[in-house]
Nanobody, 125 residues
Framework: VQLQASGGGLVQAGGSLRLSCSVS????????MGWFRQAPGKEREFVAAIRWREGNTVYANSMKDRFTISQDRAKNTVYLQMSSLKPEDTAVYYC???????????????????WGQGTQVTVSS
């Protein structure tokens, strides 16, 4: 499974961006799709995740009111709509694919087997 993330860029605080993650093939190893981020000098952080079939979504508490994860099955693409962006949202955002995970484990980066290359999001104040 290959993942291609895109859509990052430079945006002012309060602005919006939509990230896309294109999935090369939908297999059992691409059942749960997640977005993670890593800021300079910080550990990787869970953002949101979705199951392909059921559509169940999970969000990090600090982002659930501003970010929305969605999918287009026909295009094998997962999106992360980000709004009301803050400078602290600046990070490299990664999409990841994994097997069907129980909801309580969808935040766990170690459970995802395939990772995209990341896309930089920079929010200026």
């Amino acid at each position: 499974v290959q993942l291609q993330a895109s859509g990052g860029g430079l945006v002012q605080a309060g602005g919006s961006l939509r990230l896309s993650c294109s999935v090369s093939e939908r297999t059992s190893n691409a059942y749960t799709m997640g977005w993670f981020r890593q800021a300079p000098g910080k550990e990787r952080e869970f953002v949101a995740a979705i199951r392909w079939r059921e559509g169940n979504t999970v969000y990090a508490n600090s982002m659930k009111d501003r970010f929305t994860i969605s999918q287009d099955r026909a295009k094998n693409t997962v999106y992360l709509q980000m709004s009301s962006l803050k400078p602290e949202d600046t990070a490299v955002y990664y999409c990841a694919a994994g097997p069907r995970l129980i909801i309580s484990n969808m935040h766990n980066g170690a459970a995802y087997h395939n990772w995209g290359q990341g896309t930089q999001v920079t929010v200026s104040s």
